[in-house]
């Protein structure tokens, strides 16, 4: 039977959300009431443990909270940065009824092996081991049952988060944010979609042998499973240790499929969690990238704003970086507001606006990335704000945190500015329009609805 949004699959997610989330800002509402002081370190703890304990989208949601600045008071994007995707994996019997649904009764003969037991599990769903009848060895994603039901019921809930941060904090109204989860989250149940995904970047990353991309088994996916080829790796982390010049190889692979892309078409794999990527020969820095569920599309202005503010703070030209706040959505900014942001976007663009090889920051740990700078911008907004950050922000902003920290990880020493000059090579705005026309039909890619009405804006 079609898994869909149910009544009945909701009711049961908001009460173990709700429980959770509303016993929390019920408490801060007393405190309000009777006049105690919130202790925003014991508060963001307690807020953090009751969504890891729910798994499933809303710990996803608080994560990337964790990466917006100023989103969330300091205390609270600390914790919400410690949750992890890893949850328990479901069952055999799980395994059993998903495979069957999806493939048909006779799904075990489809396949030369599969293993019943999990390699990996995360918030929407489970990877197993397997190997085509002809040997090759596969990754098949299954997806939890009931996700599309939780994934609506944790989006209501997430309005109450949002509700609690304008009572307590009114620097950023986060009303847009919202939307773009909500859009996003959505599209990551779609294993169709995400297939869609991978032959793009198979596209995009086609010069680049170092990065591996897995290429998806048609005939042994659908919209809830998912089969591809299974890139053999080692985690990022056991590579901590390695020779200075084989972390500088893997740093430069992970740049690259990061910003190539975006400059070719206009997209960012948006998830920059550890576990989406694997090390394949450190020596010749090759790395494979995995998962794409999250994966946003940009308008071409919206890349071209980028860049603009790339050169507007290279050569000290305010009117530029006006004109490229704007270009991403930004309305009615002061000036005491555009100080603000270019905290922030002096701290995102200062390594590849220095001509020389470095670290992506000194002195810092991947917890402690951008805090210092989200707390002024956050001073700052709090004095002259607020401000609505674009939707467009939310997962360029994610993504760039993200990798930034995987490059403290590996204590990368690189020139960050070559690198991007390099990639800037890529950039067609006169021509990206038909470029991107042109690879996602190949690759099969709808340009959802929300991205579409921005292309049309532009």
Excluded at 413 to 439: K, P, S, T, V, W
Aim: net charge negative.
């Amino acid at each position: 039977m079609a898994e869909e949004n149910r009544f009945s699959g909701r009711m049961k997610r908001y009460v173990r959300v709700g429980t959770g989330v509303g016993g929390f800002a019920a408490r801060m509402a007393g405190e309000r009431l009777f006049g105690r002081s919130h202790d925003a370190r014991i508060g963001a703890a307690e807020l953090a443990a009751a969504l890891g304990g729910l798994k499933g989208p809303i710990m996803k949601v608080a994560q990337i909270l964790a990466t917006v600045p100023d989103l969330v008071p300091p205390e609270y994007a600390e914790e919400f940065a410690k949750l992890q995707t890893n949850a328990p994996p479901m069952g055999p019997a799980f395994v059993r009824r998903r495979m069957a649904a999806e493939l048909g009764p006779d799904w075990a003969g489809r396949f030369g092996s599969f293993e019943r037991e999990a390699a990996a599990a995360a918030s929407l769903g489970q990877v197993h081991r397997a190997r085509s009848l002809a040997g090759e060895p596969l990754a098949v994603k299954l997806q939890y049952p009931d996700m599309q039901s939780a994934v609506e019921a944790d989006l209501s809930q997430l309005e109450l988060i949002f509700s609690l941060y304008r009572r307590f904090d009114s620097a950023i109204e986060p009303s847009e944010i919202g939307a773009e989860l909500g859009f996003r989250l959505r599209e990551e149940l779609d294993y169709v979609r995400e297939a869609a995904h991978i032959r793009l970047y198979r596209e995009a990353l086609a010069d680049f042998p170092e990065i591996h991309v897995p290429e998806v088994v048609e005939a042994l996916s659908t919209r809830r499973l998912l089969t591809m080829s299974w890139e053999e790796g080692t985690r990022l982390l056991e590579h901590k240790a390695d020779p200075l010049a084989h972390r500088n190889a893997i740093a430069r692979s992970l740049f690259r499929a990061w910003w190539v892309p975006f400059a070719r078409l206009g997209v960012i794999h948006g998830d920059p969690h550890l576990g989406n990527y694997t090390i394949r020969d450190a020596g010749r820095g090759e790395i494979n990238l995995l998962d794409y569920g999250c994966i946003r599309i940009f308008p071409v202005r919206f890349v071209q704003g980028v860049i603009d503010l790339y050169t507007a703070l290279k050569t000290g030209d305010e009117a530029l970086a006006v004109h490229a706040y704007e270009t991403w959505g930004f309305r009615n900014l002061k000036r005491e507001v555009r100080e603000a942001l270019t905290i922030w976007a002096r701290f995102i663009y200062g390594p590849l606006l220095d001509d020389r090889v470095r670290t992506i920051a000194d002195a810092v740990t991947p917890a402690e990335y951008g805090r210092r700078e989200a707390f002024e911008v956050h001073r700052e907004l709090r004095a002259h704000g607020p401000v609505t950050p674009p939707r467009e922000f939310v997962f360029m902003d994610r993504a760039a945190i993200g990798l930034g920290a995987v490059f403290l990880h590996l204590g990368a020493e690189i020139n960050f500015h070559r690198l991007f000059e390099e990639a800037l090579e890529a950039y067609d705005g006169a021509g990206m329009g038909a470029r991107q026309d042109a690879a996602f039909a190949r690759a099969g890619l709808a340009v959802p609805e929300d991205v579409a009405r921005a292309f049309a804006s532009a």
